[in-house]
Every structure is written in structure tokens, then in C-alpha cells.
């Protein structure tokens, strides 16, 4: 929203604070979604809370997991208008962690695998 198309892909990659300034028109689309959003922006805490909401029909769209939502369509503790789509690529989930141990053998192996794993 308001970048330029020819910078995408310089937003997906990299990173000029000189360039936030394009981010003002993406600010203001969400604070004008706000009044439209479920409870005020209440967001429930995991997934089962968002697909029972879902099912409940207080909401009519969602982002949830979708081994759980095909589990509840199959159960029938969705309406059968609920529709999925899923986001391509897909998102990659909750967080991911790396460390080392401080007792392990090996670190300079170790810190040159780690950096090899955060290596675009």
C-alpha cells in the first residue's frame, strides 16, 4: 500500500530508513480498518479460541492453522460457508529458536553452522 512497485522488492530484501516515509499510506489503511475489527481489535489467544469464534459467526474471516480448521470443517464446528485459502508461500509459523549450549564442544564449528543457517 503506497510503495511504489518498483521498490517491492527492495522492501522485501532490505531495509533504508529514508524510505519510511512510503509506509504512511499502509499506516493509515489499517487505523481506518480499526473500527471494523472483531471486539475493538481483541484478538483471542490461539487457535482453537479464533476457530470457535469462527464458528460462532461473531467473525467472517480469520488467519488460523490449517490442520485444525480442516479438522473442525470435518466436524462440522464450522458453518460450511467457511471457505480456506492458503497464503502462498506460506508463512513459516511462530518462532523459531537457534542456540548453542555454553558447555558444548566444538563452538567455532557450531557459531559457523548458525551462521550458515541465518544466511539469506
Known sequence: MGIPQEQLTFFQT????????MWEQGWKTLQDL???IFNNGFYPAGNIP???TLGKG??????VWSDQSLSYLTQ????????????DPPFAGSAAYLGIPSDSKNKEVLYEFLNWLLTP
Open 14 to 21: 532490505q531495509y533504508d530508513e529514508g524510505k519510511e516515509s
Open 34 to 36: 480499526h473500527p471494523h
Open 50 to 52: 479464533v476457530l470457535q
Open 58 to 63: 461473531s467473525i467472517a474471516m480469520a488467519p
Open 76 to 87: 462440522k464446528l464450522l458453518p460450511p460457508e467457511v471457505k480456506l485459502l492458503q497464503i
